[in-house]
């Protein structure tokens, strides 16, 4: 999968394992970055961002926010946080290519601000109906285009195994691509 050249200052810790980590301790140089700002608009939204946590899990898993309190109706079992954490597989970020990492972090920190903002990431609503999935790619998909990302490149980066190919391309159509 082709990808595009992520910003010089984004830089990713591969060296730490499974544990409880600040979001400065995984990505070092993450406020040097124009989507970071993108994002911490306000004073309210920066510290938010800041006190992020982040927890390293020895499973096969992309990046997820974790829930404050389980969920119904999931067939897996997310861990449950009661602070602003995002769970990421220690594999994931190692190993998966870089473009890939960085639109993952930033879609995941989206929502960290949309819970702060009143919202509920998980909900009943399809995964490809549901607002803030949608307006967090939205928000990626957005800068991977700034970057030179064609739109077979983010077709393929938005690719969810447990997703039908219908609701694939509604996602796709959802977020233009």
Request: aromatic letters at 14%; hydrophobic letters at 40%.
């Amino acid at each position: 999968m082709e990808g595009f050249k992520v910003p010089d200052y984004f830089t990713v810790n591969k060296s730490l394992g499974a544990g409880d980590y600040r979001l400065f301790e995984i990505f070092p140089r993450i406020d040097k970055l124009a989507i970071f700002w993108e994002l911490a608009r306000t004073k309210k939204d920066l510290d938010y961002l800041i006190n992020t946590s982040i927890k390293l899990i020895d499973k096969d898993i992309y990046m997820y926010v974790a829930p404050k309190r389980p969920l119904k109706r999931v067939s897996w079992k997310p861990i449950i946080v009661d602070t602003d954490c995002i769970v990421i597989g220690i594999a994931h970020l190692k190993y998966s290519p870089e473009p890939i990492v960085y639109l993952d972090i930033f879609h995941e920190l989206f929502h960290i601000l949309q819970r702060n903002h009143g919202r509920h990431l998980w909900s009943d609503i399809s995964y490809v109906e549901n607002p803030c999935e949608i307006e967090a790619y939205r928000f990626v998909v957005n800068e991977a285009k700034m970057r030179g990302a064609t739109n077979k490149y983010l077709r393929d980066y938005l690719k969810i195994e447990w997703i039908s190919k219908k609701d694939m391309k509604r996602l796709f159509a959802a977020v233009g691509v």
